[in-house]
């Protein structure tokens, strides 16, 4: 038995309870191996509904591993899944076309359905981003929101796909505002919208999040270096109950960086303006690098210079299907009370 074999084997073994868990709640979009704590670093293998998706991040499967993990996993599960690999180990390579193991077959690659918590997501195993439609790691924040929203106005900053901002919907939220850039993931966010009729209508903001924050927050724009702005959508000022903020860990737009690593408080400051006075503020932090314990002080820290000090706050952990032998998930998530 090969090392990638046993070590599937353990990781799947010690899933059995989380995934009799997760099935009964009508989910089955969920992490079934995360190699760089379950002995394979560069490995991911995650389910989506019925498509099981493949991703290395260091080098490539052989043929012959990838046959067998799939053979595994299909077992394990009692389920026909259908592969993707996508090889993201050199610069967007994804796959090697030639061979039908590698490319992925015509069903596996349409548009399929995934569910979290009995609601519907887009699975699309190739599409023009590189990341999957949902991220798993945010299901547990996912579901505190859905379980804490009833009655709110919610605001899902860095939107991408809208999960968030669904599972507000689904947890009886007055409004649901979702913020992102790119009109792409908004369109995601749209058809997974869709694919939940029975859920009351969000709405969608295509803006860079600076602008947008800054009049939501009352803060003047800052131009940089005497440049006139690029054109965006105007805003009127205004308070959310419930902001959730969760940006990439690095991206720079005409607008301004988000660096999650030097400069977190220029995000996080206009979003705790745009919270209520009694309202919440849910922030994340996906940098490995950035300890918790450090990165909560300067939270803590931002909100008092701002005056508004955080009263009670509370950590969420990704689930056991992300485990962490540290105890320190690169994804943190603190729930902010004001
Ligand atoms: C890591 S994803 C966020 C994940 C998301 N919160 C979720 O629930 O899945 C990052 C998102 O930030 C968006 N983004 C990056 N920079 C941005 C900016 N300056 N303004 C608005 N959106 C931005 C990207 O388009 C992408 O959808």
């Known amino acids: 038995m090969s090392s990638l074999d ?3 084997r353990a990781a799947l073994d010690a899933r059995r309870p989380l995934l009799a868990e997760l099935h009964q709640q009508q989910t089955d979009c969920y992490r079934l191996f995360h190699g760089s704590q379950e002995g394979q670093p560069g490995l991911t293998v995650d389910r989506y509904g019925s498509q099981l998706l493949v991703q290395s991040f260091h080098q490539p499967l052989t043929r012959e591993a990838l046959l067998d993990l799939h053979a ?17 180990s050199a610069g967007n390579s994804r796959i090697d076309r030639r061979d039908s193991v590698y490319s992925a077959s015509a069903e596996a690659l349409a548009d399929q359905q995934g569910q979290e918590w009995g609601i519907h997501y887009r699975v699309r195993g190739r599409h023009a981003g590189q990341d999957p439609l949902l991220f798993l790691d945010l299901r547990q924040a996912r579901a505190w929101v859905k379980a804490n ?23 009886g939220a ?4 979702n913020l992102d850039f790119a009109e792409g993931n908004l369109q995601v966010g749209r058809e997974n919208a869709q694919l939940n009729p029975h859920l009351p209508a969000m ?18 724009l800052a131009r940089r270096r005497g440049q006139a702005l690029p054109a965006y959508p105007r805003l009127e000022q205004r308070k959310f109950d419930m902001v959730f903020l969760d940006p990439p860990a690095w991206a720079r737009s005409a607008f301004g960086t988000v660096d999650l690593l030097r400069d977190y408080q220029s995000l996080l400051k206009p979003a705790i303006l745009t919270t209520a006075r009694d309202g919440i503020l849910v922030c994340n932090n996906n940098l490995a690098k950035v300890a918790f314990s450090d990165w909560l002080e ?6 008092s210079k701002l005056g508004r000090p955080v009263r009670d706050w509370q950590q969420l952990l990704p689930a056991a299907d992300f485990p962490s032998h540290d105890a320190q998930p690169p994804l943190k998530t603190l729930i902010l009370r004001f």
Do not use: H, K, M
Request: contains cysteine; positive net charge; charged residues 10%.
């Open 6 to 8: 046993q070590a599937l």
């Open 72 to 88: 595994l996993c299909c077992a394990q599960l009692a389920s026909p899944l259908q592969l993707v690999y996508n090889d993201r």
């Open 149 to 171: 929203s009833a009655g709110q106005r919610v605001l899902n900053l860095f939107a991408y796909t809208c999960g968030v901002g669904l599972c507000a919907a689904a947890g």
């Open 174 to 177: 007055r409004e649901v505002v």
């Open 203 to 220: 709405q969608f903001v295509q803006s860079d999040y600076f602008p947008a924050i800054r009049q939501w927050a009352g803060l003047p």
């Open 298 to 303: 300067q939270v803590l820290r931002c909100a």
